[in-house]
């Protein structure tokens, strides 16, 4: 069976080295949370919606400036 993704934008999302372990466990726990978030806001969307990134981007901005993280946005083929 093949399955076809279509091309989207991810963030990606680097942690800096000097953070803890638990930091870094409780950062993506919270990034976890807005993806599902967004599923319950958006009727089940997804990653792959074409607003992604525009609708989640003020969440993320707020949890950088709690975890000090740096992220970029990039286009997956």
């Known amino acids: 069976m093949k399955a076809r993704i279509p091309m989207h ?3 990606i999302i680097s942690f800096p ?3 803890s372990q638990e930091q870094e466990a409780e950062g993506w726990e919270k990034l ?3 993806v599902e978030d967004y599923k319950k806001s958006h ?6 919606e074409p607003t992604f990134i525009e ?4 969440a993320v901005k707020a949890l950088q400036e709690t ?3 740096e992220y970029t946005v990039e286009l997956v083929k």
């Open 32 to 34: 976890q949370a807005i």
């Open 43 to 48: 009727n089940g969307g997804s990653i792959y």
């Open 17 to 19: 080295e000097g953070i």
């Open 9 to 11: 934008r991810e963030f």
């Open 67 to 69: 975890y000090k993280f």
């Open 55 to 58: 609708d989640c981007e003020p």
